[in-house]
C-alpha cells in the first residue's frame, strides 16, 4: 500500500498513547506524508501545548487556524489550530442562538464552570469541533494529536456517556452525531503509537482493547516509536581480543571497560525492544509500523522529514486486507 491509497482511507485520523512516547512527533510525520500526496492537512492538538509550534518553526498556534507548511509543487498546505473545551463551548451556544448568553458567560467568567459542570461535556465539545471540522473544512485529512491514552479513553467515551443521559436535546443530537462518526471507518481512526518498552506496551495492548469494545472505533496499525538500529557485534569480548592478540588496541583497560559496557548497554536496548515488538505483536492482531530513534537533540522540520520517510517505507509494507 503507498501513502495515497492510505490517505484515502479515513478523513481523520486520530494519535493516541501513554505520554511521552511521541503522539505529536507521530502527528506531524502523518501531516507531512499526507502533503507529499498533495492532499491539504489539519493539524489539530486539543491541549493547548502548541507542542506543534516549534517542530514547524511557528512561534504560536491559537483557536484559529495558521499555516505550518505552504504548498509547494505537488506538496499539499499543512495548517494547525488548537482546539480548547471553552472556546468551544462558546462557539456551540453562538451556533444555537445562544449568543447573548456565551457573551454573558465571557464576561462573568462563568464558561469554566459550565464546562466542568457535566461530566464528559468538555470531551464532546471538543469532539463536536473536531466532526465539524472533518465535515466543513476543505482540507482533506485532519490529524488529531488526542489527549494521553488514559485521558484518551474518557474522551472518546463521553458521547456515549452523554447521549445516555441527555436523551433529547441538542447535547443529545451532538452526542449522537460526534458516535456516527466515531464508529465509520471512512470518517476516522484511531492510531495508537508506544514506545518498546513494558509499560507503554501495556497501556496501550489494554486501551486498543477498551477502544473496540467500548468505542467500537476503528484502529490503525499501531506504530512503534523511537527504535535503536541494530549493530552487529555487540556481544564481543574487546578485552578477550584483545589479550588473544585478535585486535590491537592501544587503549587502556578503563578505555576497554567502558566501550565494553556501552556495547552491552546497546545490546541490551536492542533486546528488549526486539522482545516488546514480538510481544505486542502477539497481543494485538494489528500490524506495525516503526519509527527509528532520534538522536538530535532537536527536532525540527528536517527530523520530522526522516522520520516520515520511515512511515513510508512502513506503509508500504502494509495490506488493504489487514488494514
Keep these: ?46 491541549d493547548g501545548r502548541s507542542a506543534f509550534g516549534p517542530l514547524f518553526g511557528v512561534e504560536n498556534i491559537g483557536y484559529d487556524e495558521v499555516r505550518l507548511a505552504a504548498a509547494n509543487g505537488g506538496s499539499g498546505e499543512i495548517r494547525g489550530r488548537t482546539i480548547t473545551p471553552d472556546v468551544a463551548l462558546v462557539e456551540w451556544l453562538d451556533d444555537h442562538g445562544l449568543k447573548r448568553v456565551s457573551k454573558r458567560l465571557v464576561k462573568t467568567g462563568a464558561v469554566d464552570v459550565i464546562s466542568t459542570a457535566t461530566p464528559g461535556i468538555k470531551d464532546l465539545l471538543v469532539l463536536g469541533k473536531i466532526k465539524q471540522l472533518v465535515h466543513e473544512s476543505d482540507v482533506d485529512v485532519v490529524i488529531v494529536d488526542a489527549p494521553a491514552a488514559g485521558h484518551a479513553m474518557s474522551f472518546l467515551r463521553a458521547p456515549a456517556m452523554l447521549a445516555k443521559m441527555a436523551k433529547t436535546g441538542p447535547i443529545h443530537a451532538q452526542a449522537t452525531a460526534v458516535l456516527e462518526m466515531l464508529g465509520d471507518a471512512s470518517q476516522c481512526e484511531v492510531m495508537l503509537v508506544t514506545l518498546p518498552e513494558e509499560t507503554p506496551v501495556n497501556e496501550l495492548i489494554d486501551t486498543a482493547f477498551q477502544l473496540e469494545d467500548d468505542v467500537g472505533i476503528q484502529l490503525a496499525p499501531v506504530v512503534v516509536n523511537g527504535l535503536y538500529p541494530i549493530i552487529e557485534g555487540l556481544d564481543v569480548d574487546l578485552t578477550k581480543l584483545a589479550e588473544q592478540g585478535t585486535i590491537k588496541t592501544n587503549l587502556g583497560k578503563q578505555k576497554m571497560d567502558e566501550l565494553t559496557a556501552a556495547g552491552d548497554f546497546r545490546q541490551k536496548r536492542t533486546d528488549l525492544q526486539s522482545s516488546q515488538a514480538a510481544r505486542l505483536a502477539q497481543m494485538l492482531p494489528l500490524e506495525q509500523l516503526t519509527l527509528p530513534y532520534i538522536f538530535d537533540a532537536d527536532i525540527g522540520l528536517a527530523q520530522i522529514d526522516q522520520l516520515a520517510d520511515a512511515l513510508a517505507a512502513g506503509i508500504a509494507q502494509l495490506t488493504l486486507e489487514a488494514t
Excluded at 2 to 12: I, K, L, S, V
Excluded at 21 to 46: D, M, P, W, Y
Design 1 to 46: 500500500m503507498d501513502p495515497d491509497e492510505y490517505f484515502d482511507r479515513t478523513r481523520m485520523i486520530l494519535v493516541a498513547g501513554k505520554g511521552g512516547v511521541g503522539k505529536t512527533v507521530l502527528s506531524a510525520c502523518l501531516a507531512r506524508l499526507a502533503a507529499r500526496t498533495g492532499r491539504s492537512t489539519l493539524l489539530v492538538e486539543i
